[in-house]
């Protein structure tokens, strides 16, 4: 017997006896045991045997069972039934005694698996390992980034040299963990902890090499990419890290088109840490303002002014909004007319990537919350105190930089081709020109769509497909083959604007130049369901949903998690 079959035989037997749990909680039992020796399946399935690991697995699926319960009693239960899901305090607590059966599921289902499979490794032995072939020669593949670019190349590259193990794949970040950046504004809402989007590059990629390093230069012709001396290092001298085939996916780095005391004083919005601090600047706002008599002085500590009009800045202003109104409650002597989030756009609409109409819904939900628009202006500077603008000033003492980006500074002195953007121009396999050997894709490339000739937009969601194309050309680069050009049509764009509200265009299968456009909940809904289900590891999955879950029931936390000094 192979090591899955005996994994779900082994897991539907502890589902079914942990689904005893569910008999005296749940009424659908049945179904609900059904269910459970299904998810016991998928559970054993999913997690490596470890001896005597009873603890960690009971945790695990203890903590699995609060967004199942979630899924199952609040949502598809009512809608199997013919009901409208309601989320009301009342109805929540008719749901309650199934959270208890759920979790005591849970639990049950963690230390059953690991028993059964203790007992199983005495009487049939462990499960046999997997067989791992002697590299032969070492072809060396050193990808520069660790972001949705680098991270789908590293797993391709894996994947197509899973039975050649003479490939050897380095991977060098600045991070050690790849950022879910369609969450971060809820990072800065305080809907999320920090580290629940961020997924381990080493835990993600089991075969690639992982280098935690800044990349100081990159030599063309001697193929070396040299790191930044590491203190840590007793020579303290610059590593060196030959490659054979190079891919940058170097990402992009905030601009701020000049303004020197924008970079200085403004707040970016890139980073995990970036979201951190702006989360815990709007506390620093809250407690100093709860303090001051002031009316105008206290009116300008709680105005916070976004810059940028397209998903990060409507994201973010939305998230602060949110934030901002929902801890009032905690700080008596504020009122909500002291609290202004101000979103600062040089188009007439915000939302450029969105349809005309989806954009102006947007603008006017977030106006019905209290979110104020500065349109047709341009951010000119900001010093402590005022947002100057082309149409006027605002006094804030905080301003989050949305508006601008440009690839990573480390590209201007390669001696390859670049557009006006400063992003490496790549043919259409997303090779390097005149430099064989040398890839690049997502934020610091210039990639052209092989089918509409027009150029490819720097976001995650082409990143993502032009990284498997990208694998398999450096496969067939190897082997003498064709490459493959690249072409992808766009799947559509989703929003979050506000406290269950998004906006949704998304692209009709075979007829990509048409789009159907969504908004409010249902979008909303949409927004949290896809990108769940794009956020790399299990694990992290079930960390969000328990955050989406703990905050129907708890307000938002204010506890500053860094010293703003």
């Known amino acids: 017997m192979d090591r899955y079959s005996r994994r779900i035989l082994l897991g539907i037997f502890a589902g079914g006896v942990a689904s005893a749990a569910l008999i005296y909680t749940v009424p659908n039992t049945l179904a609900d045991v059904l269910l459970a020796m299904f998810v016991g399946a ?3 399935v999913s997690m490596a045997p470890a001896r ?9 699926a203890a903590a699995l069972s609060v967004p199942l319960w979630a899924l199952i009693s609040v949502v598809a239960t009512p809608l199997v039934t013919g009901r409208v899901p309601d989320w009301s305090a009342e109805q929540m607590r008719t749901h309650f005694p199934a959270l208890v059966g759920w979790v005591l599921y849970g639990a049950l289902l963690g230390l059953f698996t690991q028993g059964i499979n203790d007992l199983a490794d005495r009487i049939f032995g462990p499960e046999p390992a997997r067989a791992v072939n002697v590299p032969k020669e070492a072809k060396r593949i050193v990808i ?3 972001g949705f670019a680098g991270m789908k190349t590293a797993e391709s590259l894996e994947h197509q040299f899973q039975h050649d193990r003479s490939v050897g794949i380095t991977l060098i970040s600045e991070t050690n963990a790849l950022l879910f950046t369609p969450m971060l504004a809820e990072v ?7 580290s629940h989007i961020s997924t381990p590059l080493r835990s993600s990629l089991p075969r690639t090499n992982f280098i935690r390093a800044t990349v100081e230069t990159i030599d063309l012709e001697k193929r070396i990419v040299k790191l930044v001396a590491d203190p840590s290092r007793a020579d303290r001298g610059p590593r060196e890290i030959p ?6 996916a170097l990402g992009a780095t905030s601009n701020y088109l000049g303004m020197t005391n924008v970079q200085k004083y403004a707040l970016d919005f890139k980073s995990l840490l970036d979201a951190i601090r702006v989360r815990n600047r709007v506390i620093e706002m809250f407690e100093r303002a709860d303090g001051e008599t002031n009316p105008e002085l206290r009116r300008r500590l709680l105005t916070f002014v976004v810059a940028g009009g397209g998903f990060a800045g409507v994201e ?12 009032l409650a905690d700080y008596p002597n504020l009122k909500p007319e002291d609290l202004n989030v101000v979103l600062v756009h040089s188009r007439e609409h915000i939302l450029p990537e969105l349809s005309e109409s989806l954009g102006r819904y947007a603008q006017e939900k977030m106006a019905a919350r209290g979110v104020i628009f500065r349109l047709n202006a341009r951010l000119k500077d900001f010093q402590p105190g005022v947002v100057l603008l082309s149409d006027g000033e605002i006094p804030a003492e905080t301003l989050v930089w949305t508006a601008g980006t440009a690839p990573n ?6 001696p390859v081709e670049r557009d006006k953007r400063g992003a490496v121009i790549v043919e259409s396999t997303l090779a390097v020109k005149d430099h064989p050997g040398v890839w690049a894709l997502g934020d610091c490339a210039a990639v052209t769509d092989s089918v509409t000739g027009k150029p490819c937009p720097p976001t995650a969601q082409f990143a993502l497909r032009e990284a498997p194309v990208l694998a398999k050309n450096i496969h067939a680069f190897w082997e003498g083959r064709p490459l493959r050009p690249f072409h992808f049509d766009s799947l559509g764009s989703l929003c979050v604007v506000g406290h269950q509200t998004a906006c949704a265009e998304l692209s009709i299968p075979f007829a990509r130049a048409k789009s159907v456009r969504f908004s409010g909940l249902l979008a909303w809904a949409m927004w949290r369901g896809i990108y769940l289900a794009k956020l790399p590891g299990l694990e992290r999955k079930i960390r969000v949903l328990m955050d989406w879950t703990v905050e129907l029931f708890f307000p938002r936390d204010i506890v500053q998690t860094i010293d703003l000094k």
């Open 144 to 146: 520069l980034g660790g």
């Open 52 to 60: 005597d690991a009873y603890v960690d697995n009971m945790m695990t």
């Open 188 to 194: 800065a809402g305080s809907s999320l902890e920090p």
């Open 316 to 327: 973010l202003a939305g998230a602060l909004n949110d934030f901002g109104r929902g801890i």
């Open 409 to 414: 500074p480390l590209l201007r002195v390669l």
């Open 243 to 248: 490659y054979d085939q190079m891919v940058l």
């Open 42 to 44: 998928a559970f054993s």
